[in-house]
């Protein structure tokens, strides 16, 4: 694994928690914290990974296998595209984890100013977010703001996924299967697979974003491991960047590919 050291003040961080949280009303806030996607653009990303890669060249000599919950092998990267796209992962999932600390930091700091988040009528209704989901992410809200992060994720998760798959719809993917020759669906097409087949109709950062923060196998991956039982408890910062999510997700108004 490649990485790199970065070095970012505290004075720095306090300034950027203070930019977001604002001197305004909670809405704005929210959608000031929404409106920060913790990665780059990918080509401005891979640029970085390139220089990484030149810099330590022996890294891209050898088979890189990526080990997974239950100690089982989930990637392997032989060839130098197969190392370049696995390094980019590596780095884009440390900037989200970084940006988790943050997060804590501003939605801690939004609720000094504004009061709790949580239980606010209406507060994540958008265009892609009907009143039951809203709802319900606002209760998760609520259990993040009381300290019980793992219950918070484990209510906003799947609301995350319906909202992600009502997006898919909103630009022309079909988010069932086909029949099958017995003339029923052949089931819920995956969320990974829906957010592949997104680029292009949505925000590039903020359809990676989502990718590594649910459904990448070797990135955060939490709607899987949260799912699928394979993570013990949720911590504070993984929680905070699903209402993170939330708060993007409630910014987008997408429109079918033209």
């Known amino acids: ?5 970065v070095k970012i003040s505290r004075e720095e ?12 009303d909670l809405p704005s806030a929210l959608s000031r914290f929404g409106a920060y996607i913790p990665i780059k653009e990918r080509e401005e990303a891979l640029e970085f990974v390139d220089e990484l890669m030149s810099e330590y060249p022996l890294q891209s000599l050898v088979t890189r296998m990526t080990i997974g919950p239950a100690n089982t092998l989930i990637r392997q990267a ?34 000094e100013r504004y009061g709790p988040i949580g239980g606010q009528p209406g507060l ?15 209760a998760g809200v609520s259990l993040y703001e009381s300290e019980d ?18 997006m898919a719809q909103a630009v022309g993917l079909p988010i069932t299967g086909s029949l099958t020759d017995r003339g029923v ?28 923060l649910l459904s990448e196998p070797t990135s955060l991956n939490l709607r899987n ?3 699928h039982g394979l993570v013990d408890a949720v911590a504070q910062p993984q ?18 590919a033209e």
């Not at 994540?124 to 606002?138: K, M, Q, T, V």
């Open 225 to 227: 491991l949260i799912s």
């Open 185 to 212: 669906t052949s089931g819920v097409r995956g969320l990974g697979k829906l957010l592949h087949e997104m680029k292009g109709r949505v925000p590039e950062a903020i359809r990676r974003y989502f990718t590594l």
């Open 78 to 111: 032989a060839v130098p595209d197969e190392h370049r796209e696995a390094q980019l992962i590596d780095y884009e999932t440390r900037m989200i984890s970084f940006f988790a600390l943050l997060a804590v930091a501003i939605l801690d700091a939004i609720r």
């Open 1 to 5: 694994m490649v990485s790199a050291e």
């Open 239 to 256: 929680a905070a960047l699903l209402i993170h999510a939330a708060c993007v997700l409630t910014l987008l108004d997408p429109k079918p």
């Open 13 to 24: 961080i306090d300034k950027e928690v203070s930019r977001v949280v604002g001197d305004d």
């Open 149 to 166: 992060h793992d219950g918070a994720a484990s209510v906003i998760t799947p609301r995350l996924e319906r909202i992600i798959r009502r």
């Open 124 to 138: 994540f209704e958008s265009f892609l977010i009907d009143s039951a989901a809203a709802e319900r992410i606002g």
